[in-house]
């Protein structure tokens, strides 16, 4: 989960760097339709990756979940099961 958010964060900041050094060359960004439609693509990737994020985060505290669930619904039945093994190998063997 912190791999993830170091690499989100290093795609934003490497973003930002770019955008960055774009307007340090001075190039000017006109209003053309296809500037604005670069500057939406650029903004809607970034809001994808963080809905990604968030989505990964959610499905971990699902399986999570799910995994603690499972365990709490069998575990009982393997401890007797071990149990009964056990008393078997201690009175025949």
Do not use: C
């Not at 958010?5 to 290093?10: E, F, Q, R, T």
């Not at 307007?23 to 990737?45: C, H, M, Q, Y």
């Not at 970034?46 to 575990?75: C, M, T």
Request: hydrophobic share 50%; net charge positive; proline share 2%.
């Amino acid at each position: 989960m912190s791999k993830l958010n170091n690499d989100l964060a290093d795609i934003h900041n490497v973003m930002r760097q770019n955008i960055q050094e774009v307007l340090n060359r001075g190039e000017a960004i006109d209003r053309t339709p296809s500037s604005i439609f670069v500057l939406i693509t650029l903004l809607k990737s970034v809001v994808g990756v963080s809905q990604i994020s968030s989505n990964i985060a959610d499905r971990s505290k699902e399986f999570k979940w799910g995994a603690k669930k499972l365990s709490l619904q069998y575990g009982p039945l393997v401890a007797i099961a071990l149990f009964v093994v056990l008393v078997v190998y201690f009175k025949f063997f």
